[in-house]
């Protein structure tokens, strides 16, 4: 059973930071597309980034590129997502999410493409 855990939310002001971390569970880590969603207040999930089995291909969302920073640790089954520079459009409950694909070189920004979701940690950035 994959099972994905976020940690690391919390009220941020402004240009601050914050560092996000899943925690998969199961032994198919490596096998796994890791993406991280988000879904504002009121809008839909949107897809911020996404890193292939190995770290060596990462896409971001144009909203976050420059500013985030996704990367993943096999031997501790986590990816992470740090946040720089955060603004006050940020705020949204962050999802980590699992696609089963392989050790491809493709990553995939499309919600539906990932099996398994996290229940999401919440980012409130201040001005």
């Known amino acids: 059973q994959v099972q994905p855990v976020e940690s690391g939310g919390g009220l941020v002001q402004a240009g601050n930071s914050l560092r996000l971390s899943c925690a998969v569970s199961g032994r198919t880590f490596i096998l796994y597309v890791m993406g991280w969603f988000r879904q504002p207040p009121g809008k839909e999930r949107e897809f911020v980034a996404a890193i292939n089995y190995n770290g060596g291909r990462i896409y971001y969302a144009d909203s976050v590129k420059g500013r985030f920073s996704i990367s993943r640790d096999n031997a501790k089954n986590t990816v992470y997502l740090q946040m720089n520079n955060l603004k006050p459009e940020d705020t949204a409950v962050y999802y980590c999410?699992?696609?089963?694909?392989?050790?491809?070189?493709?990553?995939?920004?499309?919600?539906?493409?990932?099996?398994?979701w996290g229940q999401g940690t919440r980012v409130t950035v201040s001005s």
């Open positions: 999410a699992a696609d089963l694909r392989g050790p491809t070189e493709t990553v995939d920004s499309r919600p539906s493409e990932y099996e398994h």
